[in-house]
Structure formats: structure tokens, C-alpha cells
T-cell receptor, first 112, second 112 residues
Framework: GENVEQHPSTLSVQEGDSAVIKCTYS??????FPWYKQELGKRPQLIID?????GEKKDQRIAVTLNKTAKHFSLHITETQPEDSAVYFCAAANTGFQKLVFGTGTRLLVSP | DAGITQSPRYKITETGRQVTLMCHQTWSHSYMFWYRQDLGHGLRLIYY???????DKGEVPDGYVVSRSKTENFPLTLESATRSQTSVYFC???????????FGPGTRLTVT
């Protein structure tokens, strides 16, 4: 089955810096890669996703890149703000597998 | 977010007791999922359902039972609670495998 590894487990940056979180997946059939943000005490919420027919997707300060050959994808946050502090989860899925497989999460701390 | 609810939000029970966590969604999503979240383990899938009367095991199903007689409801039962089942439980729903999952607010369960 699919296995998703996520790094780093914690990431501390200064406000205004960029943050990058990386994930690798094992199943070459996976074709959907979402990123979820979970603030302290809250539910996970989707912030951006990418499908395998696209190499990069941007939404304001957030971008995701996908390298299908290397089987890895990354979340990029530019101009970080304190409200970006949260745990971020990557995940992978394919139609045949019927479920998302999550990475173990990255705790991002943005210091003012 | 108001479309998926969980009850109770907090529960304390004793070892050996049966506990049922409820999940209800109003979107008529086909897929529903149960996850548990523990420090250091991220989100681990317990059971999922692709449609009413169709359920399947996830990564950590032992000690749990699910049913789905109606599309909108997906209860999770701990048949004989153990301390290792102390966790935060999230229910989620989606239109399909490769679509956004919407998470409920979570149930914090403590087994004493």
C-alpha cells in the first residue's frame, strides 16, 4: 500500500521568511496530493491540493510542487505570518486505493 | 464546516465500557472516514465507508466497529474501551477518494 513520509517534523521560521515542507510517497499510481492545515485544537482543513497532471499550483502565498518521477511533493509558504503557525499534513491518494494516506505532520512555528 | 458534526465532543469512560461516537453529515457525501489522532502519529485511519452498507478497515481497526445504514451517519463503536484508545477522534466525509475531505470538529475520548 501507499506510504507517505513527511519532513521536517518541526520547523521554526521568522515572520516574513519562507517555509518548505517535503513529502515523499511510494505508490506510483497515486494521483492526488492534498495539504491540510490544523491549528491548535481545531480540525484539519484543506489549504491546497494538486493532481498528477500538474507540476505546480499556487494560491496567494502558498504553492505546491509535484515531481512524479522522484515521487515527492512539497508545500511552499512565502512571507510567513504568525497565523501560519499550525501543523501541516501532506497526503496521497489514488482512485483505486479509496483512501487518503497522511504523512505524520510538520509543526510550523512562525515567530514575530 | 457546519455540514459535518460529531457527538459527543468530549467523553470520559472507564476501561471495558462500550462507547459509541456519532458522526453526521448533511452533504450526502458517498465517502466517510474515521481517524484517530495521537501525538507523534498524525492522522491514522480506523475505518472508512464508500457508501451505505459498505465499510472497510483502515490502518488501525482493532477494537473498533462501524456501521453505515444511512448515507449521512457513520457511528464508531469501541466495544470494550482500553486506555490505549484514549485519543482525539475525527470523522470526515468526501465526494470521492480524490476529493477534499471535510473533517468534523473531533471527539476527545479519555479512557480511565
Amino acid at each position: 500500500g501507499e506510504n507517505v513520509e513527511q519532513h521536517p517534523s518541526t520547523l521554526s521560521v521568522q515572520e516574513g521568511d519562507s517555509a518548505v515542507i517535503k513529502c515523499t510517497y511510494s505508490d506510483s499510481a497515486s494521483n492526488y496530493f492534498p495539504w491540510y492545515k490544523q491549528e491548535l485544537g481545531k480540525r484539519p482543513q484543506l489549504i491546497i491540493d494538486i493532481r498528477s497532471n500538474v507540476g505546480e499550483k499556487k494560491d496567494q502565498r502558498i504553492a505546491v510542487t509535484l515531481n512524479k518521477t522522484a515521487k515527492h511533493f512539497s508545500l511552499h509558504i512565502t512571507e510567513t505570518q504568525p497565523e501560519d503557525s499550525a501543523v501541516y499534513f501532506c497526503a496521497a491518494a489514488n482512485t483505486g486505493f479509496q483512501k487518503l494516506v497522511f504523512g505524520t505532520g510538520t509543526r510550523l512555528l512562525v515567530s514575530p | 464546516d457546519a455540514g459535518i458534526t460529531q457527538s459527543p465532543r468530549y467523553k470520559i469512560t472507564e476501561t471495558g465500557r462500550q462507547v459509541t461516537l456519532m458522526c453526521h453529515q448533511t452533504w450526502s457525501h458517498s465517502y466517510m472516514f474515521w481517524y484517530r489522532q495521537d501525538l507523534g502519529h498524525g492522522l491514522r485511519l480506523i475505518y472508512y465507508s464508500a457508501a451505505a452498507d459498505i465499510t472497510d478497515k483502515g490502518e488501525v481497526p482493532d477494537g473498533y466497529v462501524v456501521s453505515r445504514s444511512k448515507t449521512e451517519n457513520f457511528p464508531l463503536t469501541l466495544e470494550s474501551a482500553t486506555r490505549s484508545q484514549t485519543s482525539v477522534y475525527f470523522c470526515a466525509s468526501s465526494e470521492g477518494t480524490i476529493y477534499e475531505q471535510y473533517f468534523g470538529p473531533g471527539t476527545r475520548l479519555t479512557v480511565t
